[in-house]
């Protein structure tokens, strides 16, 4: 049986320095900054979620600034194919999840299981 779930919020942001973004959005939401460089290249930080909630995410971006959503999933082709049966459009595979385009023209990604947060 696949398992799908919302896994992330992600805030793109087109700057040049992340780490200032990460501190307005710590501020801004009242979270702390959990990891200020996520992959080890400075385009990702996270910033603390409880257990029970998606991670909150910031990404150094190229295109506009905007939010979007990571579909987690234990099997991705599958949830992929049921996505694109539903109209949505495959847009790139990049590191290891898809970019997806849904028919209402929104960004979203489908990633693997993430690691459990701790608690």
């Not at 082709?77 to 990049?94: C, N, Q, S, W």
Request: proline share 3%; hydrophobic share 45%.
């Amino acid at each position: 049986m696949r398992r799908d779930r919302i896994s992330a919020f992600v805030l793109d942001c087109k700057v040049d320095d992340l780490a200032s973004a990460t501190q307005f959005w710590s501020a801004a939401l009242g979270r702390a900054v959990a990891n200020p460089d996520q992959d080890g290249d400075g385009r990702y930080a996270e910033l603390k979620t409880g257990a029970d909630e998606p991670f909150l995410l910031l990404q150094k971006v190229e295109h506009e600034s905007r939010i979007h959503l990571d579909i987690e999933t234990d099997d991705l082709d599958a949830e992929v194919a049921r996505l694109e049966a539903l109209g949505a459009k495959r847009i790139a595979f990049v590191k290891r999840w898809w970019v997806m385009q849904a028919p209402t023209g929104h960004r979203f990604c489908v990633v693997r299981k993430q690691a459990a947060k701790p608690g």
